[in-house]
């Protein structure tokens, strides 16, 4: 089995510096699971680790797609399967760094996404019923033909929800029933996970102190200049916080201050999330990041098996 290591946690939390320590250590790559950081010209409100921050260690998957293409978790899992194997085969340990959780559970946990096609009338017509009806009314519909999968989607999260159910329009199958099929192969990863979980008022502090600089740094120049190009809301890039409520003061509906607020609150409410998605799974290791004593305790069950 390929050893693999994940250092995961919410937003603000320290997994970058984390990571490029761990990387210096071990002789490791850093893989990114970051479903923003992905994007060509989103650096500052998507928090993209500057050249500085990366301190000479490889970063992969990082400023690579253009902010007006979609992209999927079964592309992530394909290019960081192949990376990986790069990786390994330079006797090398790849480090998978984010906070996306469907990114990272769908690579080590080795899932075989279905090759269904897209099917562009059913969802623009799914789209229409969110427009008409809205989410609420389509999540109905999910937890009724789908209820395990309505557990784990947002009801806010309309892509997620309109895959969702163009999956089971198109196939007849549930993304419960899918994602039961994708599991049959076992994983080749050995993968030592580590969650970092900081005391939630300083992660809260660090997450308002980050947006803070993000507005110093330009994050509203970058917003306007992006959407100057013709990006707007309903392109994927732009899910991200920071973006739509960049443009909502553009619009002139949220005044500068309340915009900053609502950056900070979305933040927050999204780091709850993202611990409640990592937490649901044991293999984590769960560390202060402030803590050195208890991450050098945990990292002494981790035995580098260089090939």
């Known amino acids: 089995m390929k050893q693999i290591m994940v250092v995961a946690g ?20 850093v893989i990114s699971a970051d479903s923003i950081q992905i994007y060509k010209e989103l650096n500052i409100a998507s928090a993209k680790p500057t050249v500085e921050e990366m301190q000479g260690v490889p970063h992969h998957m990082l400023d ?8 999927s978790v079964a592309d992530y899992v394909k290019m960081a399967r192949e990376i990986i194997d790069d990786i ?11 906070g996306t959780g469907l990114y990272i559970s769908s690579l080590v946990d080795h899932i075989e996404f279905a090759d269904a096609a897209p099917d562009v009338t059913v969802r623009e017509r799914l789209f229409e019923a969110v427009k008409t009806q809205g989410t609420e009314a389509l999540y109905d519909r999910l937890k009724s033909v789908d209820p395990e ?6 009801p806010n999260n309309t892509k997620r929800l309109v895959r969702a159910l163009e999956i089971y329009e198109t196939t007849g199958m549930t993304l419960t029933e899918q994602n039961e099929k994708s599991r049959q192969n076992p994983s080749p990863y050995d993968a030592f996970m580590l969650l970092l979980c900081p005391p939630r008022e300083l992660l809260y502090e660090r997450i308002n102190k980050r947006v803070d600089a993000m507005v110093e740094e ?3 120049t970058e917003a306007k ?34 915009c900053i607020t609502s950056i900070k609150t979305a933040t927050r409410h999204y780091a709850k999330r993202q611990l409640t998605w990592f937490r649901r799974d044991a293999r984590y290791h769960v560390v202060n990041p402030l803590d050195a ?15």
């Not at 919410?10 to 790559?29: C, F, I, M």
């Not at 390994?88 to 984010?98: D, E």
């Not at 392109?235 to 500068?256: C, N, P, W």
């Open 149 to 154: 999968a309505a557990k784990n989607i947002h």
């Open 225 to 258: 200049e992006l959407r100057e190009r013709g990006l707007t809301c309903e392109h994927q890039s732009m899910q991200g916080i920071g973006y739509k409520e960049v443009f909502a003061y553009l619009d002139g509906t949220m005044s500068r201050e309340d």
């Open 64 to 71: 690579f797609v253009s902010p007006f293409d979609s992209f």
């Open 293 to 307: 004593d208890a991450v050098e305790s945990v990292m002494e069950g981790f035995t580098w098996k260089k090939a």
């Open 88 to 98: 390994t085969s330079r006797g090398r340990l790849p480090i998978i760094a984010g």
């Open 218 to 220: 330009g994050l509203f």
């Open 10 to 29: 919410p937003t603000a939390s320290g997994k970058t510096g984390l990571a490029v320590r761990l990387a210096k250590q071990y002789n490791g790559e």
